[in-house]
């Protein structure tokens, strides 16, 4: 059950109500108080703030139990959550500080005129004078957000925001959040080819399917800079990092596997190309009218294309039919579509990656008594298995190499860099996966990134560690 921690401002009454009745009210209602401030003592009155733990869905019991006591005035409820986005999560920063007049002349007119036409007559100096080398976009047009859907720009931009720390705090990756508009296909390419030239990399965001293929193709053909949608190649690469490990726990080889992939959307897509090119030879692709079969006719270019693979089985069926005798079932869909009597059919040895948010393909609960190895997308339970681990090392080796582009092989490379920070002696049912805080992760991933772009051929400069 979802979590979160709001602030109770309140004024009380001694003489009608204690600090007893709060609490009890508090706990009565699902509560769990972490902390209390006095903001303003007093014989008669007392404002104080009141930090409670709490489930979501009890938040507006709690608030209530407290306005039906006597004595007790609420002035204001605070969600902590909401509290950290006031103002917004991120700042710009200059390197250096401006205090007279010699360094106002250096880093601006007229000194600034010789490094513009420095860059101008060899335009491979924008990388070490300016912000090039280390600035990522974070791009979305707000039309797949989260579970949310499509909310549009405005909203969609705390996630952005949140991105673009999480590049900065785990990689040093100096990010930006952009948020479009639009929805229109050719306007989106168009604005990111033109703002490019300050950035080094585009990383695409929340951007519905199937406009977010053309969208990332286009623009991966169009610049000469690495382009990265994250919701699908994101989630395939961890999602591989962890099937490698899961693998390994119960002794089955990945070109022996029979793995059913649910959901084949921008994420499903890219999953199913990673498996391919990692080696699964049997592979079912399900979508909410049945299996992608082998040889089959389809609307949409990428379920045609998957349709040509020869990996891809022929059988014809819906979900819980193809499910039976799989060794791997992974989830890219909605909650709720698999119980335990589901998972049984499987073969022996079962590894269920069921990602869905909020709530998984299959209750969790529900499925580890009969499942070898179980992934979600939350963190409540084991095996999360989480787009941080990924973006922010493929970047930082990007970056560094200056990559043109993020291919298939480079992406491998990074899963593999990620289950390879599970140690053998460490794996384990509950371990396939390392946390996104490991320090590892993106010191490995940058690493396998930058070694797979320079035997590709597309990266442009090698570090000094590679020399």
């Not at 005035?73 to 710009?92: E, M, P, Q, W």
């Not at 970047?395 to 491998?412: S, W, Y």
Request: proline residues 5%.
């Amino acid at each position: 059950m979802a979590q979160t921690s709001i602030i109770i401002r309140l004024e009380l009454d001694h003489a009608q109500a204690t600090f007893a009745d709060v609490a009890s009210a508090i706990s009565t209602a699902g509560g769990d108080i972490t902390s209390i401030d006095v903001i303003r003592p007093g014989q008669d009155t007392s404002v104080r703030d009141i930090t409670v733990d709490v489930a979501e869905s009890a938040e507006t019991e709690v608030v209530e139990a407290l306005r039906r006591q006597e004595g007790i005035k609420l002035i204001n409820v605070s969600d902590r959550t909401f509290l950290v986005h006031l103002g917004g999560k991120i700042a710009v920063q200059p390197n250096m500080p401006i205090r007279n007049r010699d360094d106002l002349s250096r880093v601006y007119t007229p000194g600034v005129a010789k490094v513009c036409t420095a860059i101008h007559d060899n335009p491979n100096k924008v990388y070490s004078l300016t912000i090039k080398r280390n600035t990522v976009a974070v791009i979305s047009d707000g039309t797949a957000v989260l579970g949310l859907g499509d909310i549009g720009p405005h909203a969609a931009a705390p996630v952005m925001e949140g991105k673009a720390m999480l590049f900065k705090q785990l990689a040093g990756v100096d990010a930006f959040p952009i948020c479009l508009d639009t929805k229109d296909t050719e306007e989106i390419i168009r604005t990111i080819k033109a703002i490019s030239p300050v950035f080094g990399g585009i990383n695409l965001e929340d951007i519905s399917s199937p406009r977010c293929f053309e969208i990332e193709t286009r623009l991966a053909d169009e610049l000469d800079i690495p382009v990265f949608h994250d919701d699908q190649h994101g989630t395939a690469v961890v999602l591989l990092a962890g099937l490698l490990n899961a693998l390994k726990v119960v002794g089955k080889r990945i070109d022996e596997v029979r793995v059913v992939v649910n959901g084949i959307g921008a994420a499903g897509v890219s999953v199913c190309k990673m498996l391919l090119a990692a080696g699964v030879r049997r592979l079912v692709p399900v979508d909410k009218d049945g299996a992608i079969v082998r040889g089959g006719t389809y609307g949409l270019p990428m379920w045609s294309w998957l349709a040509e693979q020869p990996q891809v089985e022929a059988t014809a069926g819906g979900l819980k039919d193809v499910l039976r005798g799989a060794d791997v079932f992974i989830g890219v869909s909605r909650g709720g579509l698999l119980g335990a009597e589901d998972l049984q059919t499987m073969a022996p040895e079962r590894i269920v990656f069921a990602m869905a948010n909020p709530r998984p393909e299959v209750d969790p609960e529900e499925a580890l008594p009969f499942v070898r190895v179980l992934g979600t997308g939350r963190s409540d339970y084991p095996n999360q298995i989480n787009n941080v681990l990924a973006f922010p090392g493929i970047f930082r080796g990007a970056l560094d190499c200056r990559a043109t582009r993020i291919n298939e092989p480079m992406k491998l490379a990074a899963a593999r860099a990620i289950a390879s920070v599970v140690s053998e002696s460490e794996l384990s049912e509950q371990y396939i996966i390392p946390s996104i805080f490991n320090e590892q992760v993106v010191t490995k991933v940058r690493h396998a990134i930058i070694e797979a772009a320079i035997l590709t051929g597309t990266a442009r400069r090698t570090p000094p560690d590679f020399r």
